[in-house]
């Protein structure tokens, strides 16, 4: 569950990083339109809304909340990292961790 909130989390931010014209340029070319960065946004806060979820599923109501900040951490060092040194990777790894954590979740071996 813990690679699944890891997941989202970092799919929240590159969307939400997508939104910004630099980070839309560098890794998909040009601004994004208007509707596109609304989505993103949309989309990037959603992700992250949703990642909480398997830290309370996880560590309970108590412990989840700190978890998730710990989880929101990693996830956005991860990012920074890579938008740093290696931009394609980051955006080929939006779509991997999330499956990845829903893998890991429910057992789908």
Same mark, same amino acid.
């Given at each position: 569950?813990?690679?699944? +909130? !890891? *997941?989202?989390?970092? +799919? &929240?931010?590159?969307?939400? =990083? ?15 339109? /208007? @509707?596109? /960065?609304?989505?993103? /946004?949309? &989309? &990037?806060?959603? =992700?992250? *809304?949703? =990642? ?6 996880? #560590?309970? #109501?108590?412990? *989840?909340? @700190?978890? #998730?900040? *710990? @989880?929101?951490?990693? $996830?956005?060092? &991860?990012?920074?990292?890579? !938008?740093?040194?290696?931009? /394609?990777? $980051? ?7 999330? $499956? @990845?954590?829903?893998? $890991? #979740?429910?057992?789908?071996?």
């Amino acid at each position: 569950m813990a690679a699944l +909130a !890891l *997941g989202l989390a970092y +799919a &929240g931010f590159l969307l939400l =990083s997508l939104a910004m014209d630099r980070h839309h340029r560098e890794l998909l070319g040009g601004a994004p339109p /208007r @509707v596109r /960065r609304l989505a993103c /946004r949309l &989309g &990037g806060a959603a =992700s992250l *809304g949703l =990642s909480i979820l398997p830290c309370f599923a996880l #560590w309970g #109501w108590s412990i *989840g909340p @700190v978890a #998730w900040c *710990g @989880v929101l951490t990693l $996830a956005a060092f &991860g990012l920074v990292a890579l !938008l740093a040194f290696a931009p /394609r990777a $980051a955006l080929l790894l939006a779509p991997l961790l999330p $499956a @990845v954590g829903f893998t $890991a #979740w429910f057992g789908l071996d």
